[in-house]
Structure formats: C-alpha cells, structure tokens
C-alpha cells in the first residue's frame, strides 16, 4: 500500500498510543505544523483502508461514556511504519548529499 | 452545518455509512466546536474543506466499492505502491463480460432490423461483409486487449514480488541505525 503524507502523519499520530479520530486531526495538524489539516472525509477514507489492510486496529476508547472507537497500529502496521521512517531516511539522505554537492 | 454534512453523508455507500457514519459525525460537531471560536474567514474555509472530503470520500468510496481497489490508478498521482497483497479488481471481468454481451446485442439487433425493413432499395449485400468486419475487428481488439492485459499483469506481478522480496531482506531496525 502506497503511504502518502496524510497516511505517514496518521501512522505516526497512532505510534506513541491509541487515539479516536478527532484526536487524530488535531494531531496530524499539529505534527506538521498546521501545514496539513485533514478533512474528516479524508481521514476517515485513509482509516478504512488503513482497516482493511490491517495496519491499524479499533480499540474501546478508556474514559469514555460515550463509547467511542480509538484506533491503534497492529504489529504489522508498525512494521511498515519502520519500514516506511527508514526509506524516508535513506532518501533525506542521499537528497541532503546531492543538494550539497550542487552548492559547493 | 451539520445538517449539510448528514446530507452529504448520504452520498457514501451505505456498508461505509453503517460503519464509519455516527462517528463522522461526531468527530465534525467536536471539530465544529471548535471552529465556532474562529474567525468569519477561517470557518469558511473549513466548510468547504470539509464539504470537498465528504464528497471526494464518497466519491472514492464508491470507486472503492466498484472495483474493489484503493489503487485505482485514475487519481492516483503517487509513488509506485507494493501491496501487501495482490488483487485483481474481479469487477473488470464482469464489466468486460457485460460490454461484450451488449456488443453482441447489439449486432443481432441491427441485423434483425435490417433484415425486417422491406428492400425498397437495391439489396444491401456489402452491409453483411461490414457487419463480419466489425466483427472479427472487436474480435481481435478482444484479443488483443487481453495478451497486453495478461502481459501487464505480468509485469506488475514480477515487480510486486521484487518490491516485496526487498522489503522482507530489508531490517527495519537496522535501517533505522544506519541513518543515524
């Protein structure tokens, strides 16, 4: 499955513990600066497919009367998170060479 | 506005509905709060974010639901994806089986057509050798959209076993040491 930044930002969000969607949002917001605010329409189509391909999970969110839903990456989710973090290092990588290279 | 969104919620599948919909909509009236507390030009730009996901969402979802696939290729302007498993949109078979059927009918239809009007005019020989024409010319594109599918598939097959060949050799962890 392809992860694009909306999809990264929302992995990453589910990596440190279990959140609902609108904690996501506010989330993914914050992590990028304010540069990418999600839609719920968006973030909600990036969960099914997250779902359906099992990288995340639904979990009952603790603490809440109203019985909400919270999410939390699966085993394999995190294995493609970790996958995913070190090509993006190989690439800044090699990118910050490159860009070096071409100012000296 | 969140009425306007309920409404816009109709358009998605009803399976997603059922699933996804009570909680939209309480993630839009907490992010509705919220935004109550902006500025006049803030929340407007926020009501059209939202109306355009609801609506590309169900869009996509649709989209989702037809061909059984996120990576319908139409609007996808990403990177190159390796699934994690492979599957072959069972849609198409059926929709290519229901073009062809109609195809068909349709040149019966003509010929039992042409063959009730009354020949007030010379016979019409040569439409019979265009009608096999046609025929044999859907006959051979048939046949040859299947080979180039078959071949592409190939390809994408190959490609997906290399891709995912890498990523199990591939160490995470030690990936992760090596960009320090």
Redesign the interface.
């Known amino acids: 499955?392809?992860v694009?930044e909306p999809v990264l930002l929302i992995l990453l969000s589910l990596a440190g513990q279990p959140r609902?969607?609108?904690a996501i949002?506010q989330d993914t917001e914050r992590m990028s600066d304010g540069r990418v605010?999600?839609?719920?329409?968006?973030?909600?189509?990036a969960?099914?497919?997250l779902l359906?391909?099992k990288w995340i999970e639904r979990v009952k969110e603790q603490n809440s009367s109203?019985g909400?839903?919270a999410y939390r990456l699966t085993a394999?989710g995190r294995?493609?998170l970790?996958?995913e973090?070190?090509?993006l290092?190989?690439l800044t990588?090699v990118a910050a060479l490159r860009v070096a290279r071409k100012e000296t | 506005m969140l009425a306007l969104?309920r409404a816009l919620l109709r358009f998605y599948p009803a399976v997603?509905r059922r699933?996804?919909g009570d909680?939209?909509i309480?993630?839009?009236s907490?992010?509705q709060v919220d935004i109550r507390k902006r500025d006049p030009v803030t929340r407007i730009f926020f009501a059209g974010?939202?109306t355009?996901?609801?609506?590309?969402?169900?869009f996509?979802?649709h989209l989702r639901s037809i061909t059984g696939s996120?990576?319908n290729g139409i609007f996808?302007a990403?990177?190159?994806?390796m699934?994690?498993e492979f599957r072959f949109p069972k849609a198409t078979v059926g929709l290519m089986i229901v073009i062809l059927v109609a195809v068909m009918l349709a040149i019966e239809k003509a010929r039992a057509i042409s063959m009730s009007i009354p020949h007030a005019n010379p016979p019409v020989g040569p439409i019979q050798s265009v009608q096999a024409t046609i025929v044999q010319t859907f006959l051979a594109t048939l046949i040859w959209a299947i080979t180039a599918g078959a071949i592409g598939w190939g390809i994408l097959y190959a490609l997906r076993r290399t891709g995912v060949q890498q990523?199990s050799e591939?160490k995470?962890?030690s990936?992760?040491r090596?960009?320090k």
Not at chain 2, 52 to 58: D, E, P
Not at chain 2, 78 to 81: M, V, W
């Open positions: 499955m392809e694009s609902h969607g609108y949002l605010r999600l839609s719920t329409g968006t973030l909600y189509g969960l099914a497919r359906d391909e109203r909400r839903q394999a294995r493609n970790q996958m973090v070190a090509r290092k190989q990588r | 969104y997603y699933e996804f909680e939209m309480e993630v839009l907490e992010v974010r939202e355009g996901g609801l609506l590309s969402g169900a996509h979802a996120y990576d996808s990403r990177r190159f994806a699934k994690s990523l591939m995470p962890s990936g992760l090596s960009g």
